[in-house]
C-alpha cells in the first residue's frame, strides 16, 4: 500500500494525504485485518482530535450558561468542532462519490501534453498553493498563540472536566491533550476546506483547458480560397469539436457532482462562521491588552475565520465566470470557416455555457463574492445585536 497518495494538484495532495492518514478518506482498498481495524482507528482519532473536546466544551457551557462573556469564550471553538463534524461526517458518508471526482480531474490534469495547458494547469496549482499558505499562516498563529498564551496553572482554552485540572500530572496530560488537538483539529479543518475548494479548482482549470481547445479548434488546419476549412480536414475539426463536447459535459457533471456532494458541507460552515465571526469579534472587543499573545491569536483565528468563508466564495465566484467564458471561447475560434453543421454545434456550446455552474450552500445561497459580502454583514448585525444585550 503507497504512504502518499498521489494527484496532480498540490493542495489536493496534502488534503488527501492528512485526511487519509487519521482515517477519514480512505480508499476501499483495505483487506482482512487492516479491514477490520480501520473503523476503530477512525473513531480513535475522530475522539482524540474532535470528540473529547465538544463534550467537555458542552459541559463548561452548561456550567458558564447565562454568563455571555464566558458563553462567547467556550462556544466560538465549540462551534467550530461542530462544523467540522458535520464536515467530517459528510466525507465519509460520500466517500466514494469524493473519490470519484477526485480521480477523474486528476486524470485529465495529467493527461494534458499541450504547453499552453501545462501553464495553464501550472498557473492553478500556483494560486491554490498561493491561498492555502495564506489560510495555513492564519491557522499556525492561532493555534500556537492560544497555546503559548495559557497563563501559569490555566489552560489554552475553557473547558470543563470530571477531575482536577489543576494538580499534577492531570494539568500537564490536560494541557498536552489540548494543544495537540487544537493543532490535529486545524490543520484537518484546513485540509477539509481545502478539499472542496481545490476541486472547485480542478474543475475551473478544465474549464480553461475545454476554452484552449476551443480557441485552437482549427489549429494547423489549413483554409482554402473561400476562406472555409477543407473538404479534407472538416472530419478532423468534426472530432476535435465532438471532444470538445464530450470534455465540456464531462466538466458539467462534475461540477454538479461537487455541488450534491458539499452542498450541506458548505451549508453547514457558513452558518457556523456567521456566529464564530461574530462571537469572536465580541471576544476581541472585550479582551484586554495584558496578554498580547492571546489578542494576536484571537485576530487571527478571526482573520481565517473570513478566510475560511472567502476561500468557498472565491473559488464559486470564478468557477461561474470561467464556465461562462466557454462561450467566448467558442466565438473566438474560425467559425466563419467552419460547415454550417459545425456551426450549429459551437452554437449549442455557446447556448450551454449561458447556464453557468455553480456551487450553493444547501441550495439556498450561489457561493459568490457578493455571498462573501452578505455573510461578512450578517455576523457584523449579530455582533451589533451581542453588544446591546451585554450593555
Not at 29 to 37: H, S, Y
Not at 57 to 67: A, E, K, N, S
Not at 161 to 178: F, G, R, V
Not at 187 to 209: E, G, I, K, Y
Request: net charge neutral.
Amino acid at each position: 500500500m503507497k504512504i502518499f497518495i498521489d494527484n496532480a494538484n498540490g493542495t489536493l495532495w496534502l488534503s488527501l494525504n492528512l485526511l487519509r492518514w487519521v482515517g477519514f478518506l480512505v480508499p476501499d482498498n483495505f483487506e482482512g485485518r487492516k479491514k477490520k481495524l480501520l473503523p476503530f482507528y477512525s473513531f480513535f482519532w475522530f475522539m482524540f482530535i474532535v470528540g473529547i473536546y465538544v463534550i467537555v466544551q458542552t459541559g463548561d457551557l452548561i456550567q458558564v450558561w447565562g454568563d455571555i462573556t464566558l458563553m462567547t469564550g467556550t462556544s466560538f471553538l465549540l462551534f467550530t468542532n461542530m462544523a467540522f463534524i458535520t464536515k467530517i461526517i459528510n466525507v465519509m458518508v460520500r466517500r466514494d462519490a469524493v473519490l470519484a471526482i477526485i480521480d477523474e480531474g486528476d486524470e485529465v490534469l495529467r493527461s494534458e501534453r499541450r504547453i499552453e495547458g501545462k501553464a495553464i494547469v501550472k498557473s492553478s496549482n500556483q494560486e491554490t498553493s498561493r491561498l492555502l499558505y495564506l489560510y495555513g499562516l492564519l491557522t499556525v498563529v492561532t493555534v500556537f498563540g492560544w497555546a503559548a498564551s495559557a497563563e501559569k496553572g490555566s489552560l489554552p482554552l475553557r473547558a470543563w472536566y470530571p477531575y482536577d485540572t489543576s494538580k499534577s500530572p492531570a494539568y500537564e496530560l490536560t494541557y498536552l491533550h489540548q494543544s495537540v488537538a487544537v493543532i490535529l483539529l486545524a490543520f484537518l479543518n484546513v485540509s477539509l476546506d481545502v478539499l472542496v475548494t481545490s476541486l472547485a479548482a480542478v474543475c475551473r482549470c478544465r474549464f480553461q483547458l475545454l476554452a484552449l481547445s476551443l480557441r485552437t479548434l482549427c489549429h494547423d488546419i489549413p483554409i482554402d480560397e473561400k476562406h472555409l476549412v477543407s473538404p479534407e480536414h472538416k472530419q478532423i475539426v468534426h472530432e476535435r469539436l465532438r471532444l470538445c463536447i464530450l470534455q465540456h459535459q464531462s466538466i458539467l457533471e462534475s461540477a454538479a457532482k461537487i455541488k450534491t456532494c458539499f452542498s450541506g458541507h458548505i451549508l453547514a460552515q457558513f452558518t457556523v462562521s456567521i456566529v464564530i465571526i461574530c462571537v469572536t469579534a465580541y471576544t476581541l472587543a472585550l479582551e484586554t491588552h495584558d496578554n498580547p499573545i492571546r489578542l494576536i491569536a484571537m485576530f487571527s483565528y478571526l482573520l481565517g475565520m473570513m478566510m475560511q468563508v472567502f476561500l468557498y466564495c472565491y473559488q464559486g465566484d470564478y468557477l461561474s465566470e470561467e464556465s461562462s467564458d466557454i462561450a467566448d471561447a467558442a466565438y473566438e475560434c474560425p467559425w466563419y470557416a467552419c460547415p454550417i453543421p459545425l456551426r450549429r454545434s459551437l452554437l449549442v456550446i455557446m447556448a450551454r455555457s449561458r447556464r453557468v455552474a455553480i456551487l450553493t450552500a444547501g441550495g439556498f445561497s450561489t457561493l459568490s463574492l457578493a455571498c462573501f459580502v452578505s455573510i461578512i454583514k450578517a455576523s457584523y448585525s449579530f455582533f451589533t445585536v451581542l453588544q446591546q444585550v451585554e450593555e
